[in-house]
């Protein structure tokens, strides 16, 4: 099992699948991935949330949606994350820093590079803290290494 899945088991477990493979990811860290049935789904790492997409032609129809293309790619995201933080190392992807992936704040000052992997475990912790708070709940992020 690679680490990411391991990382998807451990920190999106919560959500009742069993990663079994990530078939593809994006700079800003939203994934295609399947489970142990062979099923596909798509996780949004910034809302937290998993998608169940089903066969690999409703995936391909999935991922070929306008919406979903530019959500993935991001492009203003991530060309200036490249400016201001240069290409990401092997096995890093953009992302928001916690508190602006809890606050939806997209602003380029946010941006960082990070593991993958760490991506994976602290956006389903967050998520899975938070998905039953309401819309606009104050939230206090406590941070422990």
Known sequence: MSREVHALNAAWG???VHFAEVVAHSLMG??????????FH????????VTPLGTEAEAK?????????AIWR???LVDAAVKRLGPPASGEVYSLTPQALVAGDYAHEHL??????????????????????????????????
């Open 42 to 49: 798509y996780v949004d790492p910034d809302l937290g949330e």
């Open 30 to 39: 939203h994934m295609l991935v399947t489970d142990d049935a062979g099923a």
């Open 112 to 145: 960082v590079r990070i593991d993958f992997v760490r991506l994976i475990q602290i956006t389903g912790d967050l998520a899975r803290q938070t998905r039953d708070l309401p819309e606009g709940a104050l939230v206090n992020i406590k941070v422990v290494d």
């Open 74 to 76: 991001a492009d203003a």
């Open 61 to 69: 129809a999935h991922m070929a949606l306008d919406e979903t293309k």
């Open 14 to 16: 919560w959500t009742g």
